[in-house]
């Protein structure tokens, strides 16, 4: 194993900035993701990025959770994001009407927002399209492993950083992936961050989607941020089905994505996806086995067993004892958070 750090140095071609693999060392702690973390041209990656400096740095991963009988007090679990951050050339057009550009509006959004949870939750980062490979690849070296205090180094990355390229959102989506299985342990709860402009151009629709699906099913939803343009449908269509297939879309609105069609409505998206986060996943550690049973309450109410994700709760990873408040359930919790309490009985 070796360390590998990346910076961004960025020079112009054809009107969009280009970025080059250099080294994250000046601005964090290095990190080692392994001589054997190889990339594919899909964007996968055979080995997961271990983490340095953070600090659930050496917790055991999570095993299945035992079913213990009995009544337990649940808090939020501890946030683990990956940053999917679109900036392809596409990203350098301004806002219908507007004076800022859509990555302009995503980089002060990106600013004013991640400051306020550096030390309450673990922030990682994958940004696409990356030169110094093929452009439809996103090596797994590229990615920073979340950690605690990394604001400035994704701040730093974005400031320095222009549009250029292509979209592959599903090979960023992968790479961003295999660093969250790799940081599954008993007090996380994991998720991704995916803010774009609309469909992928590197592969096509569906493959993205069945990757989201995927990361869905090993545990890791995704938000989307869709920085959007009303006026090419197709696009917007392509951002509500990643936000459904990645689980956590918005309900009772008009769009499933998260619309960001100015730099204060980014704002406005990137901090509610934020109070999500880290205010409405939870962990037990009882699971009910097979025959056993599960009842959740919050306060003095019983929620819902609601795997549709429209209002009450769900599991996110069962095994791992997590679990998640969806529509109204979340929103009390951000607004007044107390403890989740949960009484497990068990198969005899």
């Excluded at 990682?124 to 030169?131: D, K, L, R, S, T």
């Excluded at 990615?143 to 549009?163: K, Y």
């Excluded at 359930?329 to 497990?344: D, E, F």
Aim: aromatic fraction near 6%; hydrophobic fraction near 40%; proline fraction near 7%.
């Amino acid at each position: 194993m070796r360390a590998l750090w990346l910076v961004v140095g960025v020079m112009a071609v054809s009107g969009c900035g280009r970025t080059e693999l250099v080294d994250w060392s000046a601005t964090v702690t290095p990190f080692d993701a392994g001589t054997d973390a190889g990339s594919r041209s899909d964007g996968g990656t055979d080995a997961g990025v271990r983490d340095a400096g953070v600090r659930d740095a050496g917790l055991p991963d999570a095993g299945p959770k035992p079913c213990i009988d009995g009544r337990f007090s649940l808090s939020p679990a501890e946030p683990v994001v990956m940053l999917v951050i679109d900036r392809s050339c596409s990203m350098d057009e301004f806002f219908p009407g507007g004076t800022v550009s859509k990555w302009d509006a995503l980089r002060a959004a990106l600013n004013q927002t991640l400051p306020v949870v550096d030390e309450t939750v673990q922030l990682g980062a994958v940004y696409f399209p990356i030169n110094g490979a093929e452009e439809c690849e996103v090596p797994a070296i590229t990615a920073l492993p979340p950690g605690f205090g990394n604001a400035d180094a994704i701040l730093t990355t974005a400031n320095v950083t222009e549009p250029w390229g292509s979209t592959p959102t599903s090979a960023a989506l992968r790479v961003a992936t295999g660093v969250l299985q790799a940081r599954r342990t008993a007090n996380t709860a994991r998720g991704m961050v995916l803010a774009t402009d609309g469909e992928p151009t590197c592969t096509s629709l569906q493959t993205t989607l069945n990757d989201v699906r995927g990361a869905l099913d090993a545990g890791v939803p995704t938000w989307v941020i869709g920085i959007e343009s009303v006026t090419r449908p197709a696009l917007t269509l392509a951002l509500d089905s990643m936000a459904h297939a990645g689980g956590r879309p918005r309900i009772d609105a008009g769009s499933a994505y998260f619309p960001a069609t100015s730099p204060a409505a980014m704002v406005e998206a990137f901090a509610s996806i934020r109070d999500q986060v880290s205010a409405c996943s939870f962990l037990t550690d009882s699971v009910p086995d097979l025959d056993g049973g599960i009842t959740v309450t919050f306060g003095n109410e019983a929620v819902p067993n609601d795997p549709s994700g429209v209002s009450g709760w769900s599991w996110t990873d069962r095994n791992n004892g997590e679990l998640v408040l969806r529509g109204a359930y979340c929103t009390r919790a951000i607004s007044m958070p107390q403890p989740l309490t949960v009484v497990v009985t068990c198969s005899r």
